[in-house]
C-alpha cells in the first residue's frame, strides 16, 4: 500500500503508506504517516505527520516532527521531539530503547532514557529519567531530573527533585528545595530553598543536609546545615542549627541563633550555650587579642571605688582547676559565680569576661596603691617624728 505522492527509493519490504511520504531504501521500513521520512535501516516506523527516521535498528517516531537520528529501540511521542542515537546494539526488540515523550524534548544517545516534559533534556548514559518541563540530564545512571527547570549533570542515582535544582554529579544526591544545589559526593540532601551541599558525604546515614534555607555544607561526612543561612565548612558530625551558625572541625553543635563553634580532632562533641557567641574547643593563638574600649562604643559609665574593688579581690577564692571537657592543662582563677557575685559583672555568671577580669585587676592595682601611698606617708611622718625625737635627745 502507497499513500498519494509518496516513495520508496530502494530496499526490501518497504512501505510508504502516508501521503507524501518517503522510504529511501533499508529493509521492513513503514512511512506511515503524511510527509514522514524513513532514510535507512531496518524495521523502523514514522507513524505520525511529518515525523523522521533516519536509520537504525526498530526505531518508532510517533510525534509529530518528531526525529529518531538512528540507533536500536527508540521511540518518539513527543511533537517536535529528538533522539539522536542510542538505544540497545542488542537485545528483545521493544525494550532497552530510549523515549522522548515530551513536546521539544530530547535525547542525545544511551538507553533506558525516558524524557517527559516539555524541552527536557537527556544527553545520554542509561535508565535516566526526566518528568517536567525543562528539566535536564546530562548523562550517568539512573538519575532523575523531576522538578520544573531542574538538572542532573551526571553520576548515578541522582535525583533534582525541587524546582530549579541542581545535583552536578555524584551518587546518591538528592536536591529537593527550590534553587538547591549538591555539587557531587554521595549520599547528601539539599532539601530547603537554595540550600548548597557542595560534596563530601558518604552512605549509611553518613551524607552531607542542607536543610535550612540558604543553608550551606562545604562537604567532608555527616555534617548538617538546619538553620536559616547556617553554614558548616566540613569535618565531620557537625552540626550548625541556629539561624546564622557556623560548625567546623568534629563534633562541634552551634545550636543557637549567630553562634560560632570550632571542635577539634577529639571524639568529644562541643556545644554553643547561647545566641551570638563563640566557642572554641581547642586553644586559640594569636600574636595579640584586642578588647574594644574606646570611648565612643561606651554608655552608662560610672566611677569605680579602687578601694572595694582591692576587698572584694582579697576576698576571692583562688584556685587551680582542669577543664572536664579538653585536656588543656592546668589552670588558676576564681570561679565564675563567686566573680559575678563579688563585682556584679558579666551576663550570666557562667563565664568571666577578659575585659572584666582586666578591668578589675586595674582598679585592684589602683586600690593597692593608694593603700602603699598611704603607708609610705605615715612612715615618712613617723621618721620625721623620730628624726625629731633623736635631736632632742642628742641635745
Do not use: C
Not at 545550636?255 to 571542635?263: I, S
Not at 578589675?360 to 605615715?378: C, H, T, Y
Amino acid at each position: 500500500m502507497s499513500g498519494e505522492g509518496s516513495t520508496i527509493g530502494g530496499g526490501v519490504g518497504n512501505e510508504a503508506n502516508g501521503d507524501l511520504s518517503t522510504v529511501s531504501g533499508g529493509e521492513d521500513n513503514q512511512a506511515d504517516g503524511q510527509a514522514s521520512t524513513v532514510s535507512g535501516g531496518e524495521r523502523n516506523l514514522t507513524g505520525d505527520d511529518f515525523g523522521t527516521a533516519s536509520g537504525g535498528h526498530d526505531n518508532s517516531v510517533f510525534g509529530r516532527y518528531s526525529v529518531v537520528g538512528g540507533g536500536r529501540n527508540n521511540r518518539t511521542t513527543g511533537t517536535a521531539s529528538t533522539i539522536a542515537g542510542g538505544g540497545t546494539v542488542e537485545g528483545i526488540d521493544g525494550g532497552g530503547g530510549n523515549l522522548a515523550d515530551g513536546e521539544l524534548s530530547f535525547i542525545g544517545g544511551g538507553a533506558w532514557n525516558t524524557a517527559r516534559g516539555q524541552y527536557a533534556t537527556i544527553g545520554g548514559g542509561e535508565d535516566n529519567r526526566t518528568e517536567a518541563e525543562y528539566a535536564t540530564v546530562g548523562g550517568g545512571l539512573e538519575n532523575e531530573a523531576t522538578g520544573i527547570r531542574s538538572t542532573v549533570g551526571a553520576g548515578w542515582g541522582n535525583e533534582a527533585t525541587g524546582q530549579a535544582a541542581t545535583v552536578a554529579g555524584g551518587a546518591g544526591n538528592e536536591a529537593s528545595g527550590v534553587d538547591a544545589t549538591v555539587g557531587g559526593g554521595v549520599g547528601n540532601a539539599a532539601s530547603a530553598r537554595r540550600a548548597t551541599v557542595g560534596g563530601g558525604g558518604a552512605t549509611g546515614g553518613q551524607g552531607n543536609t542542607a536543610s535550612g534555607a540558604h543553608a550551606t555544607v562545604g562537604g567532608g561526612r555527616n555534617n548538617t546545615a538546619s538553620g536559616d543561612r547556617a553554614t558548616v565548612p566540613g569535618g565531620f558530625s557537625n552540626e550548625a542549627a541556629g539561624e546564622h551558625s557556623f560548625a567546623a572541625g568534629r563534633g562541634a553543635n552551634a545550636t543557637h541563633d549567630g553562634a560560632v563553634v570550632f571542635g577539634d580532632a577529639t571524639t568529644t562533641d562541643i556545644s554553643s550555650t547561647g545566641p551570638d557567641e563563640a566557642r572554641f574547643q581547642m586553644p586559640v593563638h594569636a600574636p595579640a587579642f584586642n578588647t574594644e574600649s574606646t570611648s565612643a562604643a561606651k554608655t552608662n559609665v560610672e566611677p569605680v571605688d579602687p578601694q572595694a574593688t582591692l576587698q572584694g579581690v582579697e576576698s576571692l577564692s583562688i584556685t587551680t582547676w582542669e577543664f572536664r571537657e579538653n585536656g588543656s592543662g592546668r589552670h588558676m582563677g576564681p570561679m565564675a559565680e563567686e566573680f559575678a557575685d563579688t563585682f556584679g559583672l558579666g551576663e550570666d555568671g557562667t563565664a568571666i569576661a577578659s575585659v572584666d577580669s582586666d578591668g578589675v585587676a586595674f582598679a585592684a592595682i589602683q586600690g593597692l596603691a593608694e593603700s602603699l601611698g598611704e603607708k609610705a606617708e605615715r612612715i615618712t611622718a613617723l621618721e620625721e617624728r623620730l628624726a625629731t625625737l633623736e635631736s632632742r635627745v642628742d641635745e
